[in-house]
């Protein structure tokens, strides 16, 4: 709960800030890098936490809002790679760019798990909610093996 006041705040204070501070800036490549890899961070967490809460017996409904989320995330990720944004600290290998089709497909694959996860959270399925957590984790590594370097 605490999470979704401290993102509905931060959500909110968005327009606010942008209007206080007039046209934004530029945005440098090493700040979208930064930005996305905060994001992958974020994700990640989420997702941890959201397998943590499913195996301990928690009401899985509770998960629907993260797994949308992370739905939500996937169809963005590839408007994070616009080109000229393969600097350090990336982790992204060139292929990112290279094979954009390839790339936009597996974020969509990785939309359409955490789609279906959210679906089963709604039901309130644990055991359904478990296998979809472990597709979108396929989902998820399937990507990172062709676009991510270790």
Known sequence: MTQKLLLAAALAAIP?????QGPAPAITPEQIVEARRA??????????????TADAGG??????????TLARWARTLPTMFPEGSNVPPTKA??????????????????AEAAGRMAEAAQAGDREAFLARWTEV????????DSYRND
Do not use: N
């Open 93 to 110: 290998r060139p292929e990112v760019w290279s094979d954009r089709p390839g790339f936009e497909a597996a974020a969509a694959a990785y």
């Open 16 to 20: 606010l800030t942008a209007v206080a």
């Open 39 to 52: 994001a992958y961070f974020l994700s990640g967490g989420s997702f941890a936490q959201m397998k943590a």
């Open 59 to 68: 009401d899985v409904k509770g998960l629907v809002f993260p797994s949308r």
């Open 137 to 144: 984790r396929g989902a998820c590594g399937a990507c990172h």
